[in-house]
């Protein structure tokens, strides 16, 4: 019984201490809304590829910070808060590529390979969005992403992003999470980037 109880309530007392430190909000010179963002976006004058680009690209540097620190927040409040997860940021591009006139679904591989370390693998999810009738992947994990043109190749099998799945992987990251910032915390060292950090041009 006392096993049963003790490892919950030990990373519960692990878990609080890197909830409430968790950095504050981003300050960035970028709209903190979809609506602001969509208006952006129209106001180029672009159409087609280039104005799903222009998406991609707005929607990158809306968000210069990635984190899993803030693994729970909804992705409107990350998107105000400037900072966030592929699940947050691809959901915001979704949301603008609609709101622009584009079909979108969302998609998740539990592995991919790439944003310029080819030994890693890690779980993300991006968009499809259909443009002239064809269906291509757009990823807003950094600026220099393209529609059709990813920092990533998906290593296990593209499944539909649901609710469930949004979920289950906040919740399996939860433990490294906080183990990586006790573990940067007691050593005196910064928390690795792939925590919480900005973003590099091929970052995640």
């Given at each position: 019984?006392?096993?049963?109880?003790?490892?919950?309530?030990?990373?519960?007392?692990?878990?609080?201490?890197?909830?409430?430190?968790?950095?504050?909000?981003?300050?960035?010179?970028?709209?903190?809304?979809?609506?602001?963002?969509?208006?952006?976006?129209?106001?180029?004058?672009?159409?087609?590829?280039?104005?799903?680009?222009?998406?991609?690209?707005?929607?990158?540097?809306?968000?210069?910070?990635?984190?899993?620190?803030h693994?729970?927040?909804?992705?409107?409040?990350?998107?105000?808060?400037?900072?966030?997860?592929?699940?947050?940021?691809?959901?915001?591009?979704?949301?603008?590529?609609?709101?622009?006139?584009?079909?979108?679904?969302?998609?998740?591989?539990?592995?991919?390979?790439?944003?310029?370390?080819?030994?890693?693998?890690?779980?993300?999810?991006?968009v499809?969005?259909?443009?002239?009738g064809r269906?291509?992947?757009?990823?807003?994990?950094?600026?220099?992403?393209?529609?059709?043109?990813?920092?990533?190749?998906?290593?296990?099998?593209?499944?539909?992003?649901?609710?469930?799945?949004?979920?289950?992987?906040?919740a399996?990251?939860?433990?490294?999470?906080?183990?990586?910032?006790?573990?940067?915390?007691?050593?005196?060292?910064?928390?690795?980037?792939?925590?919480?950090?900005?973003?590099?041009?091929?970052?995640?």
């Amino acid at each position: 019984m006392k096993l049963r109880w003790g490892l919950p309530v030990l990373l519960g007392a692990a878990l609080i201490p890197v909830w409430v430190m968790a950095p504050p909000p981003d300050h960035v010179d970028a709209p903190d809304t979809v609506e602001g963002l969509i208006e952006r976006c129209r106001r180029t004058g672009l159409s087609g590829r280039e104005l799903a680009d222009e998406a991609v690209l707005t929607v990158a540097e809306t968000y210069p910070t990635h984190s899993l620190w803030h693994l729970a927040e909804s992705p409107a409040r990350s998107l105000r808060s400037h900072r966030g997860w592929s699940h947050q940021y691809n959901t915001v591009l979704s949301e603008v590529l609609r709101g622009l006139g584009f079909q979108t679904r969302l998609v998740h591989a539990a592995r991919v390979r790439g944003f310029g370390h080819p030994w890693w693998l890690s779980g993300h999810s991006w968009v499809k969005v259909t443009i002239d009738g064809r269906e291509r992947d757009a990823c807003a994990s950094s600026p220099v992403s393209r529609v059709g043109r990813l920092p990533f190749v998906p290593v296990t099998a593209e499944l539909p992003l649901r609710t469930v799945t949004r979920w289950a992987v906040g919740a399996a990251l939860i433990p490294f999470v906080v183990l990586e910032v006790w573990r940067a915390w007691l050593s005196g060292r910064d928390v690795a980037p792939w925590v919480y950090g900005a973003k590099a041009a091929e970052d995640a």
